[in-house]
Structures are given as C-alpha cells and as structure tokens.
C-alpha cells in the first residue's frame, strides 16, 4: 500500500459518511496515472497553486482600485481567506479538507482585471456574455498549460463553476443549480462570509464608511469587530449544520438574514459608492476599448497576445486574454496602444 493510498484508507475512518471521498472522485476530463503520494483533490490543489492564474490574483482587484495602502485585499488575499475559512468549516464538520480547499483556490481564477466592473463590461459587450465562474472553469479546463488545461477532477470543477451567488441566496435552493459535493457548499458560504468581513474592514480602513453605519441589527447580533463577525457566522454555520439530519451545510436562519443585510449594504454604501464606482467606470473604459480594437485589428492581438493562430473564434480569445490580465498589465497595453509617446529626435 503506498502512501496515497494509505491516506484514502485514514479518510475512510475519520470522515463524515456525507464526505467526499477522494478514491470515489468521479474521476477527470482526460485520464491521468494517480500519485503514489497525494489523493485526487490533494493533487488538484497543488495544480491550482502552481498554476500562472493563480499567481495573477494578487495584481488582480477585490473592492478598492491600485490601492496605495499595503493592507487592502486583492484577489489573491480573498481567496486565501476564502479558503481558510471553509477549511475551518469542512475541519469542524469532518468534510474533505483537500476538496474544500482546492474548489476555494480556483474559484476566483476567471476574474478578470478591475475586479466586477471588468467582469460587468465583458459580460455586456463579449457575445454570449461573461461570467466569472464559467471563465474560472475555462481557465483550468482549457487556458493553463498552454491549452492543456489542468484536468483536475469533477468534484473540484463542479465546486468552481458553482460557487457564485451574486445578490442570490447564500445556500442554493434549486436542485439543478446545487453542488454535487457539500464540500462545494462550504466553499460557498466561506465565500461570502470572507467578502462581506474583509469588504467591511477595508471599506473602514478607506474611509468609505464608518463603523456607525453599520446596521444596527447586524452590529448587535454578529458583534461590532472583523473576528466578531466572522466567529459568529462560522458558529452559525456549525451549529446549524451539525444539527442537521441529511449532512448538508446550513446557517442559523438569523445569521442567514444578518449576513443578506449585510451584503445589500456593502452593495448600496461601497460597491456603488460614486468614490469606488467612478473609478471602475474608467476602468471599465480600458476593458471595452481593448476588447474592441482586438477584435478590430486581429494581427495586433496575436502580436500582443503571443498566440501563432486562433485557437478559438477571435472574439473568445480576445475575451479570454483580457480576463486574464492583472490590473496594471492592462493599464500598461493601454498605455502602449492608445495613448501617444513622447517623439524624440533620431540620432
């Protein structure tokens, strides 16, 4: 028995029977000899963080635009904080802590730059429209490796394309748009938990709001503090889950509400704050113009791009180029291909 399997035999004994097992994955797109040392969604995690979009996240926006401070999140620092508090979770609940994690580390790699302003406008002006949890699955189905992707198992790309909620409810309700895996839905929660948390604390920190404006009855039941909230929200989700009879993860039905008000909040007083939204309007304008004057000048795309030839229609290889720009690479190609330099006398 080599070591893998040795690890698949412990989660035998030491799991939830509603847990994920990793020799019972539903396999991958394209067969691959297993490690002799790590199970499937062990191997799937260190995939992700090997991989260049996973590196892009940290020059990539969660809320505030180029912050100056060093303290603001990025999209990096977010799914970081995403993927240890599900892995608190699925701990505490006896889930599959491998599986948890990798879905947590690759649900944001599709993000493109300017945070949700870019996504907004390639969903408005890519055909077919642009959503940030189907170009994560791109990203490690078809875009890593050079157009190998990155094979990783069912479970783990079930988990990223349907970690996304936007204003929706927290724990999907509708049976065709749940999770295969609960370990999928823990990463849902932590993903909104670690966003409305840290969305609040560097809302503060750029003074966009005051603690004062925080809803009365949000502060009172979830505490004044970022550890208060967090901690009362992960409790919530423990308390309810293990009380259930099925497995599945839950929240306390107060703290459920709390965390909606708290997510129409930051909607209303941050994300649509002219002081945050202005910015990403100009930004927006960078997407838009390059995804225009690509699709435009084709021979400039391959140039820029480093690509010999299309390997899919233009327009989604021009969609999926910009989607995985960083924040300044997309200021600095701007820069290059709008914006006139200063002439200089031959010499």
């Given amino acids: 028995m080599n070591i893998r399997e040795r690890l698949e035999e412990r989660e035998e004994f030491i799991l939830s029977p509603h847990a994920q097992r990793s020799r019972r994955s539903r396999g991958r797109l394209r067969f691959e000899p297993e490690c002799d040392i790590r199970p499937s969604f ?36 977010h799914t970081l904080e995403v993927s240890q508090i599900a892995r608190t979770l699925a701990k505490a609940l006896l889930l599959n802590e491998d599986l948890v994690e990798a879905i947590a580390l690759g649900h944001d790699l599709g993000h493109g730059p300017f945070g949700h302003a870019g996504e907004d406008v390639l969903n408005r002006v890519h055909e077919g429209g642009f959503r940030h949890n189907e ?15 990155l094979n990783l198992t069912i479970e783990v790309r079930d988990g990223i394309l349907k970690h996304a ?29 670690a966003y409305i948390n840290h969305d609040i604390d560097d809302a503060l920190r750029g003074n966009v709001i005051e603690v004062s404006d925080l809803p009365a009855g949000c502060v009172e039941c979830l505490g004044s503090t970022h550890s208060d909230r967090i901690d009362r929200m992960v409790r919530g989700v423990l308390t309810a889950s293990l009380g259930g009879e099925d497995g599945s993860p839950a929240i306390e039905p107060e703290i459920e509400q709390r965390m909606v ?25 960078i997407v838009e113009d ?39 690479y997309a200021f600095n190609l701007f820069e290059k291909l709008f914006l006139p330099r200063p002439w200089k006398i031959p010499i």
């Fill in 42 to 77: 062990q191997h799937d995690r260190d995939k992700i963080i090997h991989s260049k979009s996973f590196r892009r996240l940290k020059h990539k926006t969660q809320v505030f635009l180029a912050p100056a401070d060093d303290h603001y999140r990025t999209r990096l620092t």
């Fill in 135 to 149: 170009q994560s699955l791109r990203v490690v189905d078809v875009l890593e490796r050079e157009g190998k992707g």
């Fill in 165 to 193: 909620k936007g204003k929706g409810a927290i724990l999907s309700r509708d049976d065709g748009d749940r999770p295969l895996t609960h370990e999928a839905e823990v990463v849902r929660i932590a993903d909104v938990i």
């Fill in 261 to 285: 008000e708290l997510r129409a909040f930051l909607y209303e007083r941050v994300y649509e704050n002219p002081l945050v939204h202005e910015d990403f309007k100009r930004a927006g304008r």
């Fill in 290 to 328: 390059l995804y225009t004057f690509f699709l435009e000048n084709p021979d400039v795309f391959l140039a820029e791009s480093g690509e010999r030839d299309f390997y899919d229609n233009p327009a989604a290889c021009v969609c999926d180029y910009i989607a995985g720009m960083t924040d300044r």
